[in-house]
């Protein structure tokens, strides 16, 4: 393709990206209403009888949790999917092609298509690898998009790393008519609230760095697809590109203490990959899910402190020195002080468990485990530790004690 074909392509992208920003919308999309499963009893609610199920059967070890085996729910479908080759789409690409699904991964090609995962056998990778197919496109690329879906008869579309509506756009002109549209979206769309946790039909904010996920939903729920959006919290697990655990454990492994913003008493919510990659799995050809919203995330909610806890029991090592600290008085520029965002953040998980069939299958002890023994623990991670804000919270903490003194 020349270059002023891909340039017109480009501005076309971004001409649409405009044309959704500036265009008049109603009131805030978040996903449609629906009976707050809270307010049933425990007889009536699906998600409540999960959870009861669950905490009946007792924990397993860690161990046996290693390999998600579930029965297929639905006939094979054709899946395209986009941004299967880093981290939640490694793990939903296995799960789709064991249940018999044919999975092709959308790519610029720039990286390997295939990459072993902790989990793997030589043969469970020999035949992941085999099975699994690829296109080399730039997303963006309408022109070059077209080219390469049209006619290809793709039944479902898993959208793991789509940003922006323009984006999700260019697949849906591109691959034409399909039953189901899944998309990652993220539960970093919710307003600021004093009312916690969040749900799927809480007022949601356009100005969030996440506002491109919501032009998405916008998008498609007015073109009329079959769709579904997946908000997750904080994703962990091996694998993980964003430093959620490993933040814990470098700090644990060189035996620092770990400086926590405030009280440490901000209540957040962790979930683990696998478990994400299979309520993405339930979703595909279930009825329930047509034009819906989930958040999905661990069951449990964890203080900044907890974390910091249980990343270490995890690890098998001491408690480590909590220290708080107020980030106000700090600029730390570009060094990241602290991998969540000061505040309370979480969300209900009610309604995936409800619609879906999900239940969590990781506990926060057994998934920082599973994350640590699979990854970090092997000597594994995505980037070298970085103390630089660590040694300046230390470093004003020294000098006010010395003026205190």
């Not at 009893?41 to 009888?49: G, M």
């Not at 916008?218 to 964003?242: C, Q």
């Not at 806890?309 to 600029?331: R, S, T, W």
């Not at 070298?384 to 020294?398: G, V």
Request: aromatic share 10%.
């Amino acid at each position: 393709m020349s270059t002023a074909t891909g340039c017109s392509s480009q501005a076309r992208v971004i001409a649409a990206t405009r044309s959704l920003a500036t265009a008049p919308r109603p009131a805030p999309f978040a996903g449609l209403r629906r009976a707050n499963v809270l307010d049933k009893d425990v007889a009536a609610c699906p998600a409540q009888q999960l959870r009861a199920r669950a905490a009946t059967r007792g924990a397993a070890p860690a161990a046996a949790r290693s390999v998600t085996v579930m029965s297929a729910a639905v006939a094979p479908k054709k899946v395209l999917m986009l941004g299967g080759t880093r981290f939640i789409g490694v793990y939903l690409a296995r799960q789709l092609i064991e249940q018999g699904h044919e999975v092709t991964l959308l790519t610029r090609g720039k990286k390997p298509v295939t990459y072993r995962i902790p989990d793997d056998t030589d043969e469970s990778f020999a035949k992941f690898e085999s099975s699994v197919k690829h296109i080399a496109c730039d997303r963006t690329d309408a022109e070059a998009m077209k080219s390469q879906l049209a006619g290809k008869g793709f039944q479902v579309v898993y959208d793991i790393n789509g940003r922006e509506a323009a984006e999700c756009e260019v697949v849906l002109e591109a691959v034409g008519d399909i039953e189901q549209y899944i998309f990652c979206s993220s539960a970093g769309v919710y307003m600021k609230s004093d009312q916690m946790p969040h749900r799927e039909e809480d007022e949601v904010d356009f100005k969030s760095r996440h506002k491109g996920k919501l032009f998405t939903e916008e998008l498609l729920s007015k073109r009329g697809v079959n769709w579904t959006s997946v908000r997750p919290v904080y994703i962990y697990g091996p694998l993980n590109y964003n430093p959620v655990e490993e933040f814990f454990f470098h700090r644990l492994k060189a035996g620092r203490p770990i400086f926590v913003p405030g009280t440490g008493m901000q209540v957040t919510q962790l979930g683990h990959v696998k478990d994400l990659a299979t309520a993405f799995v339930k979703i595909l050809g279930n009825p329930k899910a047509a034009n819906q919203v989930y958040n999905v995330a661990g069951d449990r909610f964890v203080t900044f402190d907890g974390i910091a806890k249980a990343c270490a029991q995890a690890m098998g090592v001491p408690e480590p020195e909590l220290i708080h600290y107020n980030p106000k008085d700090f600029d730390f520029g570009k060094s990241k002080a602290f991998p969540m965002r000061d505040q309370h953040f979480f969300a209900s998980v009610d309604k995936a468990q409800a619609d879906l069939d999900w239940t969590p299958e990781f506990g926060l002890i057994d998934g920082l485990t599973d994350s640590y023994q699979k990854d970090f623990g092997r000597g594994t991670f995505r980037k070298e530790p970085d103390f630089t804000a660590d040694d300046m919270i230390m470093e004003r903490l020294k000098n006010k004690a010395s003026v205190m003194a």
